[in-house]
C-alpha cells in the first residue's frame, strides 16, 4: 500500500470541500490549476479568446460534476481529461461553423505494437525560442487528436498512462498517437528547413 503524502491529505481536503461546494475549495482549485488548464486549452485551440472560454467552461464543467469525480486518478489527471475534452468539443464547433470537411475520427487508432525507437523531436530544437511559432504552426496543422495527445505528454509532461486517461482511451492507442504526432511534426520541420535552404 502506498504511503499517504502531506500533497495527498492536502488533494482529499480540496476535494471533498469541492464536493460540499464550499467557496474557498473552488478559489484554490482556480488558484491551483488555472495556468495549466489555460496552457492546455490554448494548445489545443491556438487561440487566446477561446482558450479562455474553455478554460472557464472547464471549470463550469468541474463545479457541476464533481460528485462523478472517484478519486480514481488524481484531480489534476482528471482536470486534464475535462479540459481536453471541453477544448476538442469547441474544436469540433468551430469546424462546423466553418464548415470545414475535418474529421477528428480521421486518423484511426491501430493499436499494433510501436517500435522501441522512437521518433524523438530534437527538444533544443523544441526549446530555441525562435522555433517556438514554428512548434505552434506545427502544432496547429496537426489532427486534433494527435494534437491533444503530444500537447498532454511532450509539452505537459504527463506520463503515458495519464495522457491515456486525459484522452479516454488506451495506452497503446495514446502511444500511437503521440508517435503519429512526433513523425508529423518531424516530416513539417524537415520539409520548413527544407523550404527554408532552397
Not at 36 to 61: G, P, W
Amino acid at each position: 500500500m502506498t504511503p499517504t503524502t502531506v500533497d495527498d491529505v492536502q488533494e482529499q481536503k480540496l476535494i471533498q470541500g469541492l464536493k460540499a461546494h464550499e467557496a474557498w475549495a473552488y478559489e484554490e482549485l482556480i488558484e491551483r490549476f488555472a495556468d495549466m488548464v489555460h496552457r492546455v486549452c490554448y494548445r489545443i485551440l491556438q487561440n487566446v479568446q477561446e482558450a479562455e472560454d474553455a478554460t472557464q467552461e472547464t471549470f463550469i464543467t468541474v463545479y457541476r460534476r464533481i460528485d462523478s469525480f472517484r478519486g480514481d486518478a488524481k484531480l489534476s489527471s482528471w482536470l486534464y481529461r475535462v479540459a481536453t475534452n471541453t477544448a476538442l468539443s469547441m474544436l469540433r464547433s468551430n469546424i462546423r461553423k466553418q464548415g470545414r470537411d475535418l474529421s477528428l475520427e480521421n486518423d484511426e487508432d491501430d493499436e499494433r505494437s510501436l517500435p522501441d525507437a522512437e521518433i524523438i523531436v530534437p527538444e533544443t530544437f523544441i526549446l530555441q525560442q525562435e522555433s517556438r511559432a514554428l512548434l505552434e504552426q506545427g502544432l496547429e496543422a496537426m489532427s486534433p487528436k494527435l494534437r491533444a495527445a503530444v500537447v498532454l505528454y511532450e509539452i505537459e509532461g504527463l506520463s503515458m498512462k495519464e495522457t491515456a486517461q486525459a484522452l479516454g482511451i488506451s495506452e497503446s492507442a495514446a502511444k500511437l498517437r503521440v508517435h503519429r504526432g512526433r513523425q508529423f511534426l518531424q516530416t513539417y520541420l524537415a520539409q520548413y528547413y527544407e523550404e527554408a535552404t532552397t
